[in-house]
């Protein structure tokens, strides 16, 4: 592979927008094993929050998933590959992240209605602490005595 080559490729899985549209391989070798990531993926997401009785696998696989993507960048940085072969090691970068951010988004499933809620108080305490002390009505202001 030449060296723009692996340039581009380095970029493209540094990206952050890379993920978009990418899909979560069927499986990847972990610690010299084969691991059913996509299941794995699928199947967490399923349940509401991760059960308390499996949060140690999920943290494992988080841990193992985060090596694996930093073994396969070292590789695609300082091995000698050809372009496929580090076309299909981008690939499963790629692919990594986008599970790991599947797993990492597990736990906050956010109230989006709760959340712009309590946005839009914040926002409205902040408007009518600026007017009282701009129309002088701070109880602070020796004004608004």
């Given amino acids: 592979m030449k060296e723009y080559e692996r ?7 540094g990206r952050e927008a890379a993920t978009v549209g990418a899909s979560i391989p069927d499986e990847v070798e972990l610690a010299g094993e084969a691991f059913p990531l ?8 399923r349940v509401d929050g991760v059960p308390a009785e499996r949060r140690e696998e999920v943290a494992d696989a988080k841990r193992n998933l985060r090596r694996a993507r930093r073994e396969r960048v070292d590789r695609l940085e300082d091995a000698e590959l050809d372009y496929a072969e ?20 597990l736990g906050s499933s956010t109230d989006v209605a709760g959340e712009m809620d309590r946005q839009e108080t914040a926002d409205q ?18 004004r608004g005595r």
């Avoid at 340039?7 to 899985?13: G, T």
């Avoid at 996509?38 to 997401?45: G, L, Q």
């Avoid at 076309?87 to 988004?105: K, P």
């Fill in 86 to 105: 580090g076309e299909r090691l981008a690939e499963e970068v790629i692919g990594i992240d986008r599970a790991l951010h599947a797993l990492e988004s």
């Fill in 38 to 45: 996509r299941e794995f993926v699928f199947e967490m997401k």
């Fill in 125 to 142: 305490k902040r408007w009518y602490s600026f007017l009282k002390k701009a129309l002088g009505r701070d109880a602070d202001s020796p």
């Fill in 7 to 13: 340039k581009q490729l380095l970029e493209r899985v």
